[in-house]
């Protein structure tokens, strides 16, 4: 058996998340399951380096799954797009290097937040960017966002039907930064837990239109509090926008992982 290795991009406006579900509900692995297996002539099964939820998009998911058949890389690729719906694209394919594993073999993810920041709602990108019509102070946002870096119990930042066993994540950078009518915020860390990045953001939004002082975030920080975190922000604006692996994989690398420490490899996952 083979292990192929996927970049994948999706809009999941149109979609129930990532994670495939009974009921026939579309979601983004059923869709590249089945596209997957149509190119290998057997069934497959796609394992992805973090779910998203409805509505959350993709610029760069990370997939592997074991196969049978011999094809070549721009086999894999082609195949696989020709058989995907408008929506979800795969962006790049190659064979795992060693023992890779989209999930467990991660050092840091990357998630992008975008937020249009104007009077007006927009009729282009209503499902893409999360709308906020009060006047929003990025630099406070920025500032407000830096006790978040380092490694912390992130409990106020995550939905209080989370999984994970531990809530001790290591935030690598958060970054919020203006340009014309959008902010974003960008966000990076070993892990993420269940609504924590749209936790995050929820939080910054309330400081930058100064509903909050900046201390807020190390105020929640201490506090351990979910109920006290305020307003989960909108699903629209969130991009998993990419997934940082030792060098040993050989994995395409995005500019934005160069603000990552330098000593970034030796931390692993947390669960």
């Known amino acids: 058996m083979t292990r192929m290795v996927l970049g994948v991009e999706y809009d999941g406006s149109g979609f129930f998340g990532w994670q495939w579900q009974e009921g026939g509900l579309r979601t983004v692995q059923d869709e590249v399951q089945k596209a997957a297996s149509r190119v290998a002539n057997h069934p497959v099964t796609v394992i992805c380096t973090g779910r998203t939820d409805t509505g959350v998009h993709a610029l760069e998911q990370v997939v592997h799954f074991e196969t049978a058949a011999v094809r070549s890389e721009r086999a894999w690729l082609l195949g696989i797009n020709a058989n995907l719906p408008a929506d979800v694209r795969v962006i790049w394919v190659q064979v795992a290097v060693e023992d890779f594993h989209a999930r467990y073999s991660a050092i840091a993810r990357f998630y992008r937040y975008?937020?249009?920041?104007?009077?007006?709602?927009?009729?282009l990108q209503r499902d893409r960017v999360t709308w906020c019509h009060a006047p929003l102070d990025a630099g406070r946002m920025h500032q407000a966002a830096q006790s978040l870096v380092g490694t912390h119990d992130f409990t106020s930042f995550r939905a209080l039907k989370c999984q994970s066993v531990s809530?001790?994540?290591?935030?690598?950078?958060?970054?919020?930064y203006r340009q014309g009518e959008q902010v974003t915020m960008d966000i990076s860390a070993n892990a993420f837990l269940h609504?924590?990045?749209?936790?995050?953001?929820?939080?910054?939004?309330a400081i930058g239109v100064g509903d909050k002082p900046i201390e807020w975030t190390q105020e929640l920080l201490v506090s351990k509090n979910r109920q006290v975190g305020g307003v989960t922000a909108p699903p629209y604006g969130l991009y998993l926008g990419g997934v940082y692996y030792p060098e040993k994989y050989n994995m395409p690398k995005h500019a934005i992982f160069e603000k990552l420490p330098a000593n970034a490899q030796r931390f692993q996952h947390e669960t």
């Open 114 to 123: 975008t937020i249009l920041n104007r009077p007006t709602k927009s009729a």
């Open 195 to 205: 609504h924590m990045v749209r936790n995050i953001a929820g939080v910054l939004m």
């Open 167 to 176: 809530p001790m994540r290591l935030m690598y950078f958060v970054d919020v």
